[in-house]
């Protein structure tokens, strides 16, 4: 059994990898279709240069191209680029945080410390990471944490697929916490909350189950 838990995680990770992997990759997809214009317009600026270098003998007026400043360029493509830096930063955490809430927010006390024991962590160390992350996630700009949010939100997903063995049509709505300039207020949505807490029993019944007892 301890055998085949290692194995499941190695799996989950792999599969939390294999998102983060797509995510980057449509990152470059923008980069590219970037340079691609980019090369548009560097191509007809040299087409430009022949016509008038060598004289328009049709008489036709041709118009110069409309051209990216070089600068401009940088400032472009380092507003896609960036992306890379951040997602690698930040991939690790993100699936620790996604981890710690629910280990904290959505199982029952006796499975909570029996997943924290196995695990080697503590309650107290699983809630300074929550805290922790979502201070510093609540003083990123909008675009960070966005970026920040969908890593946290595929972390969730595969979690409860792999660990809990939750279908995906069946996997809760992700925790948020509502984080003010002077105080930090649980919230997680009324309506959900119920089911949430329903699927979580099940998910308790399968991993009981894979420990051999029954439920």
Aim: with cysteine; hydrophobic share 35%; glycine share 2%.
């Amino acid at each position: 059994m301890a055998d085949l838990r290692v194995l499941q995680d190695y799996l989950m990770k792999e599969a939390y990898e294999h998102e983060i992997e797509m995510l980057m990759c449509q990152m470059r997809l923008h980069e590219f279709a970037f340079h691609r214009r980019f090369c548009t317009e560097d191509r007809a600026e040299e087409r430009y240069t022949r016509i008038t270098g060598a004289g328009d003998k049709s008489g036709a007026e041709v118009d110069a191209p409309e051209m990216t400043a070089p600068d401009t360029r940088q400032v472009i493509l380092n507003a896609v680029t960036w992306h890379y830096d951040w997602i690698q930063r930040y991939k690790k955490p993100c699936f620790q945080f996604a981890e710690a809430v629910i280990d904290c927010k959505m199982l029952s006390e006796d499975k909570r410390d029996a997943v924290l024991k196995r695990r080697g962590v503590s309650l107290a160390e699983q809630e300074r990471l929550m805290a922790e992350f979502i201070r510093e996630a609540s003083a990123m700009p909008e675009p960070n944490r966005k970026l920040v949010d969908f890593m946290y939100e595929a972390a969730w997903r595969i979690l409860f697929e792999y660990r809990y063995g939750y279908p995906q049509d069946k996997v809760p709505a992700p925790w948020y916490d509502e984080v003010s300039s002077t105080d930090m207020t649980e919230h997680m949505k009324p309506t959900e909350h119920a089911d949430t807490t329903e699927h979580m029993k099940t998910a308790e019944t399968h991993e009981e189950d894979r420990d051999g007892k029954s439920s």
